[in-house]
């Protein structure tokens, strides 16, 4: 889509105000975009060349956008006009890019669901009365929908890779330094990633390339030469091999899921990759999401502590210092907010931290070690993205201490402890409703796993696929 | 592992963070941090003996001195561009003593 639309010069134009126009159209049902962009100004800007030339794009509104409103979805941040541009804008808009809106998202990324967003949830562009996921649902509803072929959102636990799974779309997140953060707001730190998502293999190569590269301004970028990721892209699997994550499988109920994956794992044996099953150990598997939960809010609750209306924000007035910080406070977070951040000091006490925050950073080793191990033989781990589709708006039924769960819903976190490169890819249907499979490699071999990936559209045909929003 | 905490508990510690709790808001917290216990009971299970936390995902460096050239600044209004209130310059806050003045 993107080389089609970039090669379209005489109709860049046409393009990017068409994309506008059906992302509009579509706010009414998606409820997907935050705050839509002033196109003209950047038309008139297009560069003469760049490998995203006229290219109609959507960022999730927790990428700081100079003069345009950066909400993340909360109401502290409602009124918040950023004065510079994210390190990832200023690439976008070099490769010419066009910006056409701010997407919703969970409130301060700080969610699965896009349930918590301020301004209310995303509809699923396959149902409307389903979740997208989230935390960057606005842009994952933009991309399966058909208005933009890539959109950019973030990832500290799986918040591309889910939504990109319920959507039915490519959700790309990079190994960690790949892409720079400078001028994301922060989640957790050590464990944000910026990711995007495209409705095909070659696009995901595209972006990959416009993005990644050292950046100064974020201590964590790193250095390692950007490859050159469409002309390595090979799809041949013969000596390639897949370790089946069989923690998730053995722990799946959805009989469409099971049989999906099988399937699909059963094509990429007769394409010549060999496919095992790998167990790890069931117990750390069942850690990973109370060791991602204490190290994520732990992480949140210091990196907010700077919201608090006085040099920027939705301020609510008080007679002392205290109280005005405690009345922008207590008006700017969500319950859900407010929740994470009680929960994450409590863990940062003193008397805590031994048993529960640093325990939890163990946890993180020992997962990660068991990563580094698997993928001294394997080329990918790989597994369902999810057990079932994209869960109805009002669904509460999940059983939060079942290893389906503690593993199947949640071992995507694993990507984030270890920064390794990983992508949800579209892999078949339960009903109406898509279903992804996720993949995970070593560090910085992204042209791998976009090889998989490929491999795999190649097998289902889910390339450029799009909703049909009724 | 820990005792169980009371809705009184956590509009304390909210407190701390500088914003406050609904009653309904605590005791939806107590309840969640309930379940939150019992998954963190999980982590007991894994043998950490001789492991050392991890605090980022790679343990290289990527930082360095650089060189001291003034790069992206921005100006004074913008730093205050965002400041609901500001007064000469600076963003103001309440006034705590000799209110009256």
Not at chain 1, 101 to 119: I, V
Not at chain 1, 193 to 222: K, N, P, W
Not at chain 1, 332 to 357: A, C, D, T, W
Request: glycine share 6%; charged share 25%; hydrophobic share 40%.
């Amino acid at each position: 889509m993107i080389k089609e639309m970039r090669e379209d010069r005489a109709n860049a134009e046409k393009n990017v105000r068409e994309a506008f126009e059906k992302a509009q159209a579509l706010q009414d049902k998606l409820n997907a975009v935050v705050t839509f962009a002033d196109i003209d100004a950047q038309l008139a800007a297009l560069p003469e060349d760049g490998l995203l030339r006229g290219v109609p794009i959507a960022l999730k509104d927790l990428v700081s956008t100079k003069g345009l409103r950066t909400t993340a979805e909360s109401n502290i941040l409602w009124n918040y006009i950023p004065v510079f541009d994210a390190h990832i804008v200023d690439k976008l808009r070099d490769a010419g890019a066009v910006v056409i809106a701010k997407t919703n998202m969970d409130e301060l990324a700080m969610g699965g669901t896009n349930l918590s967003a301020y301004s209310g949830p995303t509809h699923n562009p396959y149902d409307l009365t389903r979740m997208t996921g989230g935390s960057s649902g606005g842009s994952a509803a933009l991309v399966a929908a058909g208005a933009v072929p890539m959109a950019i959102g973030s990832d500290t636990g799986d918040s591309v890779r889910k939504p990109a799974a319920f959507c039915g779309i490519v959700g790309v997140k990079p190994t960690y330094g790949r892409i720079s953060r400078y001028g994301i707001l922060p989640y957790a730190s050590s464990l944000d990633h910026v990711g995007y998502f495209t409705r095909s293999i070659e696009d995901a190569c595209v972006t990959l390339q416009v993005l990644a590269g050292r950046d100064d301004r974020d201590m964590t970028s790193s250095f390692l030469e950007v490859p050159d990721y469409l002309k390595e892209l090979d799809s041949d699997m013969h000596g390639r091999k897949i370790a089946v994550l069989g923690n998730v499988v053995k722990n799946l109920k959805n009989p469409a899921t099971i049989k999906v994956f099988n399937d699909l794992m059963d094509a990429l044996r007769e394409r010549g990759a060999q496919v095992d099953m790998y167990d790890f150990d069931e117990d750390l598997m069942k850690a990973i999401l109370p060791a991602y939960y204490l190290i994520a809010n732990c992480e949140a609750t210091s990196n907010h502590s700077n919201l608090d209306g006085i040099r920027f924000g939705n301020v609510v007035k008080g007679e002392t210092m205290e109280e005005l910080m405690k009345n922008t406070r207590t008006n700017g977070f969500g319950p859900l907010i407010k929740k994470r951040f009680v929960i994450g000091s409590y863990g940062l006490f003193e008397e805590n931290q031994e048993r529960l925050f640093r325990k939890a950073q163990k946890v993180r080793r020992k997962v990660v070690a068991a990563m580094k191990e698997c993928l001294k033989e394997y080329d990918a781990i790989m597994a369902p993205a999810s057990d079932n589709p994209a869960p109805h708006l009002d669904d509460s039924s999940a059983d939060e201490l079942s290893a389906n769960y503690l593993i199947v819903e949640n071992y995507m976190a694993m990507g984030n402890f270890s920064g390794y490169p990983s992508m949800t890819v579209p892999m078949g249907f339960d009903g109406d409703m898509p279903l992804g499979l996720n993949m995970t490699c070593r560090p910085f071999e992204e042209t791998t796993m976009f090889d998989f990936g490929k491999a795999i559209e190649e097998i289902t045909g889910y390339k450029d696929m799009k909703a049909e929003v009724k | 592992m820990e005792e169980r905490k009371d809705a009184a508990y956590f509009k304390k510690l909210a407190e701390q963070l500088m914003f406050r709790l609904t009653d309904e808001e605590a005791e939806w917290i107590k309840k969640e941090f309930d379940t939150l216990m019992d998954q963190l009971h999980l982590l007991d299970a894994v043998d950490t003996e001789d492991t050392e936390e991890m605090i980022w995902p790679f343990e290289d460096e990527t930082t360095f001195m650089r060189e001291d050239t003034v790069t992206h600044v921005i100006s004074q209004d913008d730093a205050l561009a965002n400041v609901t209130t500001k007064i000469e310059g600076h963003f103001a806050l309440p006034k705590v003593v000799m209110k009256d003045d």
